[in-house]
């Protein structure tokens, strides 16, 4: 099983990036997926996820309206577009794949940082 980030690097503030994360080794069509991150110093958060088929997706208040999570099934591929970058968006953002509470997968992490 792998879920392998990309994507990430350094942006200014303002700016966008597209993360994806590809997904082998699993029947990913299965799978709710996930966007988590972690900021130095502070606990996993969950950013955005989005159902097996992709008819439903929820974000953290934090970043409503500026993120969009989306999912290629035929691709084995979820992606989070981020829009409007702020410093405080800095974090290592990891996939999460989820099938059940014990049945799960996360990704290596990338880093997004937000700085002039």
């Avoid at 200014?12 to 988590?36: D, E, I, K, N, V």
Wanted: with cysteine; net charge positive; hydrophobic share 30%.
């Amino acid at each position: 099983v792998q879920l392998v980030e990309s994507g990430g690097g350094l942006v200014q503030p303002g700016g966008s990036l597209r993360l994806s994360c590809a997904a082998s080794g699993f029947t990913f069509s299965s799978y709710a997926m996930s966007w988590y991150r972690q900021a130095p110093g502070k606990e996993r958060e969950l950013v955005a996820g989005i159902t097996s088929g992709g008819g439903s997706t929820n974000y953290a208040d934090s970043v409503k309206g500026r993120f969009t999570i989306s999912r290629d099934n035929a691709k084995n591929t979820v992606y989070l577009q981020m829009n409007s970058l702020k410093p405080e968006d800095t974090a290592v953002y990891y996939c999460h794949a989820r099938r059940t509470l014990v049945n799960f997968y996360w990704g290596q992490g990338t880093q997004v940082t937000v700085s002039s």
